[in-house]
């Protein structure tokens, strides 16, 4: 079957059967319905509510963002109190708390309520951390705050004589690391939310054909070999063969493409595209775990479990900084006992320990990445995944989508060809003046094309279309025809030798191309239609590469295509006729080369690939699943947000950097002379001054994370 024109193929993608099919097709005149991502959710499906989204990997393991919100609150409200009541913070200010019976119980007793409730989070993760041998955040902290918690009762309780009165420390300590977590999973989302977005896509009942007429059963129940009625605007509940009936199919949540896809009797459907405008009875091939979606959904799993293995900078600098206390307080409380102190071994000891956990630490990557995460939004740029914020600096190649991401995913008028005697602009306008009424893509490039050079179009009569040829109305009294090679053999219209060697050429870099013809057979002349590049997308490419970024592109569509798209942006690699299920197999085959890489695409095809890859990236326009499945999301479809990506990295890590050598730095010097290594020249931190110093390494981390405010991000400034 021809597509609507018949007029050959803007994009020849390649089904998941593998079978190509017309990427431009038939498309019966009718309105526009609502996308998914726009608004609207399936059956059973509703919105993410962010405040509540749970993370399950890494050091936020099944913690949600409402979880460290409210733990927060409850304890800064209880730290006042016991900041306040504390004879140590009351010393340190000089002023003495009040005393009132009880009062000395306050801060043991809130301080407990904060280690038990607000510390809790630290202390399952840091007993993970532990159990999988692999230090890091939770362990450093639940290690600091149990050993303040212990040293502080033991001193409420006049247990041994000491005076490591840290019930203040402990409640500030877990308050601003509560904080620091809030406000970290605030600015980044979930990155599992891509199988659920996959589930979404399928329905939850389907009509299935009886010898009594049909009935509506659930999804599950479909077996292979049924036949099922799906009704215009209804979504596929499997994977089938179309048997009666033909329909335009909206693919776009599968392959990213605009346009629709004309589907008729032996032709294959896939499990969650909808038919636009026809009912169509459709026989079940595939159901369940054997669709090609549940292919993709488990590529996309398999790609997110290889990526998540990296860790980020600030957990090395805390397993680092684990170690290094560990070390010290073991040394420490060894050389104080062989001097013959077990006093000052425990008092050393302890206060390496607690503060060896530096607020400062806790803070300096959640605030560079909310600040981070503030300024890329303002820009575009929406960051999901903190790894793809510290990788995207490391990136070697950025892998474009072709369809909806370097192109528009719409045809453009390119080329006008007219017999001789036959003036090009007039052609044009004939054209335009056909397709005035219709409401296909097609159509509406080249009406575009004539009003936007200016054309006087003549007034049409009598429209009609002629699906899978083209279509024909009344000019001036005469009959004319605009379609492709169905139409051109319909009417027995032979093309003239001239024009055939122009219009080949067209097709050769795979134009689309439709031809206008009279009601007496003569062929008038041809115009051509292609995918329309983004003029910000040459700024793009070029701009990367001057940042020694190579640029690759991968597509469904034929070679002759992708070459021409291809050449017109100079881009450095093409992969072009990749099947959906293969664009993470390039991923995979460029990083095998040690390439890293950063992958841009807007379909649901595109979503094991975006996950993949060291950072991905899904254009905003496009899927629900893409965008859950990259770690980054363009708001617009402008490409040159990308730079914006790079430019974000290369200051945010210059930052996160920063602050971890003042958090590090703090500790290396602190820690020594908390254990008392110059205490043989008089000079020793006390417990009191150790806190102190850690508080105002928090001030001087978070003034520097400020300083991020200042990057001006603006992808329309590409350089």
């Known amino acids: 079957m021809e597509p609507r024109h018949g007029a050959g193929q803007l994009h020849t993608r390649q089904s998941d059967q593998g079978r190509p099919h017309a990427g431009h097709s038939g498309h019966p005149e009718h309105g526009t319905h609502q996308m ?3 608004g609207t959710h399936p059956a059973g499906h509703g919105p993410v509510d962010d405040e509540h989204m749970v993370h399950s990997q890494g050091q936020h393991a099944g913690h949600s963002v409402a979880m460290f919100k409210n733990r927060f609150w409850l304890t800064l409200a209880l730290a006042v109190p016991v900041v306040f009541f504390s004879p140590m913070f009351g010393h340190l200010l000089g002023y003495m708390p009040p005393s009132f019976p009880g009062s000395l119980w306050i801060p043991p007793l809130l301080g407990t309520v904060i280690y038990l409730y607000g510390g809790q989070p630290f202390l399952r993760g840091g007993l993970n951390e532990l159990k999988s041998r692999k230090p890091g955040m939770m362990l450093l902290i639940g290690m600091a705050i149990t050993v303040a918690f212990a040293a502080s009762w033991a001193t409420s309780l006049g247990i041994g004589g000491f005076d490591l009165d840290f019930w203040w420390e402990l409640a500030l300590l877990v308050a601003i690391m509560l904080l620091g977590h809030w406000i970290e999973m605030r600015a980044l989302g979930s990155a599992q939310g891509a199988l659920d977005a996959l589930a979404a896509l399928l ?30 605007g209804g979504r596929m509940p499997a994977d089938g063969t179309v048997s009666d009936g033909q329909a335009e199919f909206d693919e776009s949540m599968i392959t990213g493409e605009s346009k629709t896809v004309l589907r008729s009797p032996g032709d294959p459907v896939v499990a969650g595209t909808i038919a636009t405008d026809n009912s169509v009875r459709v026989q079940v091939t595939a159901i369940g775990e054997d669709t090609a979606l549940a292919g993709i959904q488990r590529l996309v799993a398999e790609a997110q479990a290889s990526s998540s293995k990296a860790q980020a900078l600030a957990d090395r600098a805390a397993a680092f900084l684990f170690y290094f206390a560990a070390g010290a307080g073991v040394i420490t409380f060894v050389a104080w006992t062989l001097l013959g102190s077990i006093s000052d071994a425990v008092t050393r000891t302890v206060t390496v320990l607690v503060i060896a956990c530096p607020h400062a630490l806790g803070l300096a990557i959640p605030l560079v990445i909310a600040i981070s995460t503030e300024r890329a939004a303002r820009a575009g740029v929406l960051i999901k995944n903190r790894m793809a914020l510290e990788r995207m600096r490391t990136v070697d190649v950025v892998l474009f989508d072709k369809t909806g991401t370097l192109t528009k995913g719409e045809p453009e008028l390119k080329d006008v060809a007219a017999v001789e005697g036959m003036e090009r602009d007039g052609l044009l306008a004939l054209a335009a003046a056909v397709e005035s009424d219709s409401e296909h893509p097609v159509a509406r490039a080249i009406v575009a094309a004539a009003r936007g050079r200016g054309l006087t179009v003549p007034k049409a009569t009598d429209f009609s279309s002629m699906t899978g040829r083209g279509v024909r109305a009344g000019i001036d009294g005469r009959t004319v025809y605009v379609g492709g090679p169905a139409l051109l053999r319909e009417l027995g219209a032979n093309e003239p030798e001239t024009l055939a060697a122009v219009t080949a050429t067209w097709m050769e870099r795979g134009a689309a191309v439709l031809h206008v013809v009279d009601d007496g057979g003569r062929v008038l002349g041809a115009v051509s239609l292609e995918d329309a590049v983004r003029p910000e997308s040459r700024q793009a490419v070029a701009a990367l590469q001057n ?6 592109m991968i597509t469904g569509d034929a070679r002759q295509v992708a070459r021409a798209v291809a050449a017109d942006l100079k881009i450095d690699e093409v ?4 099947l959906p299920a293969d664009k993470d197999k390039k991923v995979a085959e460029l990083q095998g080369r040690g390439l890293r890489v950063a992958m841009v695409g807007d379909g649901v095809n595109d979503s094991p690939a975006l996950a993949r890859a060291e950072v991905g990236i899904a254009i905003g326009g496009g899927t629900d699943v893409a965008v859950e499945s990259a770690g980054v999301v363009l708001a617009g479809n402008d490409p040159r947000a990308v730079l914006s990506m790079v430019d974000l990295s290369r200051a945010s890590y210059r930052k996160m950097w920063q602050n971890l050598v003042w958090a590090t730095g703090y500790n290396i010097i602190a820690v020594p002379l908390a254990a008392g290594v110059l205490a043989f020249a008089g000079i020793v931190l006390s417990p009191a001054a150790g806190a102190v110093l850690m508080s105002a390494s928090t001030i001087v981390v978070a003034l520097n994370a400020q300083l991020l405010r200042r990057l001006k991000l603006n992808p329309a400034q590409a350089r």
Do not use: C, H, N
């Open 575 to 578: 992969f072009a006729e990749v």
């Open 203 to 232: 329905p939850d009942e389907a009509e299935r054909i009886t010898d009594a007429g049909s009935e509506t059963v659930a999804v599950s129940e479909l077996r292979s070999g049924d036949l099922i009625l799906v009704r215009s």
């Open 36 to 38: 998914p991502g726009q």
């Open 547 to 552: 940042l020694g970024i190579k640029v690759a």
